[in-house]
T-cell receptor
Framework: DTGVSQNPRHKITKRGQNVTFRCDPI?????LYWYRQTLGQGPEFLTY????????KSRLLSDRFSAERPKGSFSTLEIQRTEQGDSAMYLC??????????????FGQGTRLTVV | GNSVTQMEGPVTLSEEAFLTINCTYT??????LFWYVQYPGEGLQLLLK?????DKGSNKGFEATYRKETTSFHLEKGSVQVSDSAVYFC??????????FGKGTMLLVSP
């Protein structure tokens, strides 16, 4: 098991362009989370999936953001019409949550987005 | 809502010094508490956790005790090493749901 994998590790884009990030969770994990971390701050929750269902979205997730997890495996996070304020580290995490037990969240190394 | 407050850094120590990083929280219900560590260039790693009041989490010489009466979860280590230099995040979560993080505290340990 290689842990949570995120691609790309770095992305520089021009304002107004669309970007898409990918997250591959630990294979047996059924939950997948997206967080955003800006400089000097802790990670802030964006959204999470239980298998393929998106169960919760933060108000930080504006309508320019969309996340998918087709087939309950990998997930993508797309940002449309990027703005400079979107510059941040985007973190993905996964965990296994069953009815009677669960695991802590394991994080990937993140995708650092810079909007110029 | 839930919130976590950590002491601001950087915390600068000499090797073998005693470490305390303060963390207090506000939460509804009975959350689990966590310390995550982020080494330079790496992702967040779980360092330790406690799931109920008076539980002590420990790992790699680090300890933290879940204090419900003071709503605190302070991180301690008796003798830090240069390799402990990293950013430490206190976090809380209810059940196995999403996490609320503090802003992080950078620790710098010099030889």
């Amino acid at each position: 098991d290689t842990g949570v994998s995120q691609n790309p590790r770095h992305k520089i884009t021009k304002r107004g362009q669309n970007v898409t990030f990918r997250c591959d969770p630990i294979s047996e994990h059924n939950r997948l989370y997206w967080y955003r971390q800006t400089l000097g701050q802790g990670p802030e929750f964006l959204t999470y999936f239980q298998n393929e269902a998106q169960l919760e979205k933060s108000r930080l997730l504006s309508d320019r953001f969309s996340a998918e997890r087709p087939k309950g495996s990998f997930s993508t996070l797309e940002i449309q019409r990027t703005e400079q304020g979107d510059s941040a580290m985007y973190l993905c995490a996964s965990s296994l949550v069953l009815r009677t037990r669960g695991s802590e969240a394991f994080f990937g190394q993140g995708t650092r987005l810079t909007v110029v | 809502g839930n919130s976590v407050t950590q002491m601001e850094g950087p915390v600068t120590l000499s090797e073998e010094a005693f470490l305390t990083i303060n963390c207090t929280y506000t939460a509804t219900g009975y959350p689990s508490l966590f310390w995550y560590v982020q080494y330079p260039g790496e992702g967040l790693q779980l360092l330790l956790k406690a799931t109920k009041a008076d539980d002590k989490g420990s790992n790699k010489g680090f300890e933290a005790t879940y204090r419900k009466e003071t709503t605190s979860f302070h991180l301690e280590k008796g003798s830090v090493q240069v390799s402990d230099s990293a950013v430490y995040f206190c976090a809380l979560g209810s059940g196995y749901s999403t996490l609320t993080f503090g802003k992080g505290t950078m620790l710098l340990v010099s030889p």
